[in-house]
């Protein structure tokens, strides 16, 4: 399976997550303190979660901050890992 499908599929599905402000430590609410969540991610803010779909078309700095993240996405540092060991 392609991870690029894998870390759009994670990043759908844990967007709305983060938009709901569901804790994801007990001290924890929002964006603050999250690792994945940088420049690239709160570039996608406007971005629906329903936007982040096979097929859909991305241009300009949306889809390079789209192609950032999905790039540094934790699915692929435990895939890497995984392959590694």
Do not use: I
């Not at 997550?17 to 994801?24: I, T």
């Not at 994945?36 to 390079?64: I, K, N, P």
């Not at 699915?75 to 590694?84: C, G, H, I, W």
């Amino acid at each position: 399976m392609p991870l690029g499908l894998v870390a759009l599929y994670w990043l759908r599905l844990y967007k709305p997550l983060l938009a709901a402000n569901l804790p994801q430590l007990p001290t924890q609410t929002g964006l603050t303190g999250l690792g994945f969540v940088g420049e690239a991610y709160r570039q996608l803010s406007d971005l629906s979660h329903l936007d982040l779909r096979v097929g859909m078309s991305f241009t300009g700095e949306r889809a390079a901050a789209l192609c950032e993240r999905l790039s540094r996405s934790a699915v692929f540092r435990l895939s890497a890992r995984a392959f590694a060991s």
